[in-house]
């Protein structure tokens, strides 16, 4: 069994027992959370309605909280000496999944 979750804009794959990296959730290390369910395969079985959704929940836990490689870039431009640097280190938060239920 699987599910697609949403978190941060983006969509993951996941099933139990699994980590996944997902943009920072703003929560502590050790919490405790529910993710948003998009499709949920059991099987043979698909769930992709919201009302059949309405009873899936996805639990995971933050279990670490990193940082994503350095990128640096350059403005430039032409004949006017205009030039800028900047630099950015996207945060992410580690979860582990615990339990898919059907409900």
């Known amino acids: 069994m699987y599910a697609v979750i949403n ?7 996941v099933s139990e027992g699994q980590r996944v990296r997902v943009d920072l959730l703003g929560v502590d290390e050790g ?7 998009l499709l ?4 043979e079985q698909v769930l ?10 996805v639990t ?3 279990v670490g909280l990193e940082k994503g490689p350095k990128i640096r870039g350059l403005t430039y ?12 280190r996207q945060h992410y938060a580690t979860v582990e999944i615990k339990s898919i239920s059907k409900g």
Request: no cysteine; aromatic share 2%.
């Open 77 to 88: 431009k032409n004949k006017t000496n205009q030039r800028r640097r900047y630099g950015h």
């Open 60 to 62: 995971a836990q933050v």
């Open 48 to 57: 992709a309605t919201p009302a059949e959704l309405a009873k899936v929940k």
């Open 7 to 13: 978190s941060g804009g983006k969509q993951e794959r």
């Open 31 to 37: 919490t405790e959370l529910s993710l948003d369910v």
């Open 40 to 43: 949920l395969v059991d099987g």
